[in-house]
């Protein structure tokens, strides 16, 4: 009993361990994002470092996190997770580089980098779905392979693009991909049951597996479907299929489960960051049908921007604030302790007005508030991570 303890220990440690590598090379993305904003540079740096650089990292640790938290798989062997993680992010940063240089070879190869650095994350939740040893999370861990494919195929398409050889269909083709696609799916198949994790509840007597599979696969067709329209040029297509999208993506908001004053009491602005996240990503992702309907597809624009900090940015926010304590570990009372700290009615408010700023056209307030969430997101993390641990009590000579 005691190996098998200890085993499970190991397996713990190795995956939280992981995770916060991944997490910390995310925090190197945001903050070259936020100097090459200051310096300047193009919105594309900006958005390709924020959202292909830090956001793919963040969504792409957390999604391995939980698939292996949740199945009770073995942790894959350091280098995979290394080489992966590295993949992916030297990927990006060749390809955002080499951009502005005119460099389209270097782009190109940074694109193909960060495709396998996407595939090798499919190959890693394969495995843990294979190995897994609670099958009650299986439509999660295949959701996040599916998921991890469209972004290899996102970064090919958005290497293209950045080196004038995309037709025009990929402009309508790669947000989709990207956005919908590989982040997308990891938040229907994610919404139910880490709401139920973050808020300390049971998760609602409506969530099933079949229910979780039906809202995820209503999801994915309607990408395939508006995917198709962008393809072929048929706005009528691609709004159903993003309709389709968004009923998926509300079928799964209903299937978190409806918290009480214990759990708000808990989890407080991180609980309510993560609901409404969600209902960001359904409100707009309707938002961007009607108007796919009406020929204009999201390539930029407030409904893009809006989905990008009131989604986005906030549910990545959510995440940390609750992922960051847990790895921090150190037991129950320093626990709480991480807790207490990213509690942040401040990160909350900020990112929500910044989503409807960026809703109405007013970017500059949205940048103010966006600034003021990642300085007291810093600030702290920060002190989480110097916080030093309890000293252990001494016994008595």
């Not at 070259?32 to 956001?55: D, F, K, S």
């Not at 997308?184 to 079949?210: C, D, E, I, Y």
């Not at 489960?257 to 409100?283: E, H, M, N, T």
Request: aromatic share 8%; with cysteine.
């Amino acid at each position: 009993m005691a190996e098998v303890t200890a085993r499970g220990d190991r397996r713990v440690g190795e995956t939280r361990a992981a995770t916060a590598r991944g997490l910390l090379l995310a925090g190197a993305f945001a903050v070259a994002t936020v100097v090459v904003a200051i310096v300047g540079r193009g919105r594309w740096e900006v958005v390709h470092l924020a959202v292909a650089g830090g956001g793919s990292l963040v969504v792409s640790a957390a999604a391995l996190h939980l698939a292996l938290t949740w199945s009770g798989a073995p942790a894959p062997p350091r280098w995979a997770s290394e080489a992966q993680r590295w993949l992916l992010a030297l990927g990006v940063a060749v390809a955002v580089l080499a951009r502005p240089r005119g460099a389209d070879g270097w782009v190109l190869a940074g694109a193909v980098t960060a495709s396998a650095g996407f595939a090798a994350l499919a190959v890693l939740l394969v495995l843990a779905a294979a190995r897994a040893r609670q099958q009650r999370y299986r439509v999660q861990t295949w959701s996040y392979a599916v998921a991890a494919l469209w972004g290899a195929v996102g970064v090919v398409l958005g290497g293209l693009l950045a080196t004038g050889h995309g037709a025009e269909a990929l402009w309508r083709v790669h947000p989709v991909v990207m956005l919908w696609g590989f982040i997308g799916t990891v938040v229907v198949a994610t919404l139910p049951t880490f709401a139920a994790t973050t808020l300390r509840m049971k998760p609602s007597p409506l969530l099933t597996q079949q229910r979780l599979g039906v809202a995820v696969a209503t999801f994915v067709c309607g990408l395939v479907v508006a995917v198709t329209g962008g393809a072929v040029d048929r706005s009528a297509l691609g709004a159903v299929g993003l309709g389709l999208a968004a009923l998926g993506l509300a079928t799964s908001w209903l299937l978190m489960p409806r918290p009480d004053r214990r759990a708000f009491d808990y989890a407080g602005p991180r609980g309510l960051g993560i609901a409404a996240g969600a209902l960001w990503w359904v409100v707009v992702t309707g938002w961007v049908s009607a108007e796919v309907g009406g020929g204009t597809w999201p390539t930029a624009g407030p409904a893009l921007a809006a989905l990008l900090v009131g989604g986005l940015a906030q549910m990545l926010w959510a995440g940390i604030a609750y992922l960051a304590p847990v790895l921090r570990a150190g037991g129950p009372e320093r626990l709480s302790a991480g807790f207490a700290l990213m509690r942040s009615w401040i990160g909350l408010i900020a990112l929500n007005a910044a989503g409807v700023a960026v809703a109405v056209g007013s970017g500059v307030a949205a940048a103010v508030l966006v600034g003021v969430a990642a300085l007291d997101t810093a600030w702290r993390v920060a002190r989480l991570v110097l916080t030093p641990p309890p000293t252990p009590p001494t016994s008595p000579s």
